[in-house]
């Protein structure tokens, strides 16, 4: 199993400004995600998080307003930038291992509110 | 693709009756299927999953679905349900590829909201 720590747990912000949310792993793992959950909604994968490249986007998500990085095996951060109250969701951090029978494992998430 | 549709939005049973959440799935390589449970204000835990082992799958606090490729279906099962159980239910795909191995990329079903009365 992995333990993930996503901080901040929560926030309120202005919009137009940015937010940047860190995701740590308590191993390392070889893959990790971002989700979106807006409110009354289920997940959506927003990007694959590659370690030392670019990350991969899901349709209707773009580098310029959800920039990830993945600077090692254990860590991760994704920036909602230009912040609209649109983007208020949860947004959690996943990792799982590119192998059969293993399950993902999810960060507790981060409450946004953009006003 | 794949894709996950939850046949309920929300299901409200009484504390010790059954509980059946149901589960349809596509997709276009052999799946990995989950259940996750939300409760408020808390993260997604695993409840149970299927990997092409037994079709019946028995996971955690009486919970258990049973894999139909015929009917494409998994959907979840309680002999007896508990105050505890109340909270959102997600029905979850990942495709494996040939050889085994998973993208591990998840697509979510729209969740279940299960009520129990006492």
């Known amino acids: 199993s992995a333990v993930i720590s996503q901080k901040p747990s929560r926030d309120i912000c202005q919009r137009g400004t940015s937010l940047t949310i860190q995701c740590q792993v308590d191993s390392q793992v070889t893959m990790m995600f971002w989700y979106r959950q807006q409110p009354g909604q289920s997940l959506t994968l927003i990007a694959t998080?590659?370690?030392?490249?670019?990350?991969?986007?899901e349709s209707g998500f773009v580098i310029d307003k959800f920039p990830i990085s993945r600077p090692n095996l254990t860590f991760s951060t994704l920036t909602v930038s230009n912040m609209s109250p649109e983007d208020s969701s949860i947004y959690l951090c996943?990792?799982?291992?590119?192998?059969?029978?293993?399950?993902?494992?999810f960060g507790q998430g981060t409450r946004l509110t953009v006003v | 693709a794949q894709s996950v549709t939850q046949l309920d939005s929300h299901v409200s049973v009484s504390e010790g009756t059954p509980v059946l959440l149901r589960c349809n799935y596509s997709?276009?390589?052999?799946?990995?299927l989950f259940w996750y449970v939300q409760h408020p204000n808390k993260g997604l835990q695993l409840l149970l999953k299927?990997?092409?082992?037994?079709?019946l799958v028995k996971g955690i606090n009486g919970f258990e679905a049973e894999f139909k490729k015929s009917e494409t279906s998994f959907h979840l099962t309680k002999p007896s349900a508990h105050m505890s159980d109340a909270a959102e239910y997600f029905c979850?795909?990942?495709?494996?590829?040939?050889?085994?191995?998973?993208?591990?990329?998840?697509?979510f079903g729209q969740g279940t909201i299960l009520t129990v009365h006492p």
């Open positions: 998080a590659n370690q030392g490249s670019e990350a991969t986007y």
């Open positions: 997709s276009s390589y052999s799946p990995s």
């Open positions: 299927y990997t092409s082992a037994a079709t």
């Open positions: 979850v795909v990942t495709p494996v590829r040939a050889g085994g191995t998973s993208y591990g990329k998840l697509t």
């Open positions: 996943s990792v799982g291992q590119p192998i059969m029978n293993t399950e993902a494992f």
